[in-house]
């Protein structure tokens, strides 16, 4: 299997680039630019959610704590 080489993390996550500026936070591990509020908000950008996913499978979802 070849994986691509993670990018720096001065370059944004590809989700950060579509969706509007608002939107945009950053990455709760890598403190990467990724579309973390807002509907399809993430908090973790593609690259520290792949592992998550690996270990608990496609159905893995966050609970937001906020009040």
Do not use: F, N
């Amino acid at each position: 299997m070849m994986t691509t080489p993670i990018p720096p993390i001065a370059e944004p996550d590809p989700s950060a680039l579509t969706c509007p500026g608002d939107r945009v936070g950053l990455c709760a591990g890598c403190q990467r630019k990724t579309h973390k509020y807002g509907s399809g908000g993430c908090p973790l950008c593609q690259w520290c959610m792949a592992p998550v996913m690996e270990q608990w499978g496609p159905t893995v979802r966050y609970v937001s704590t906020r009040a």
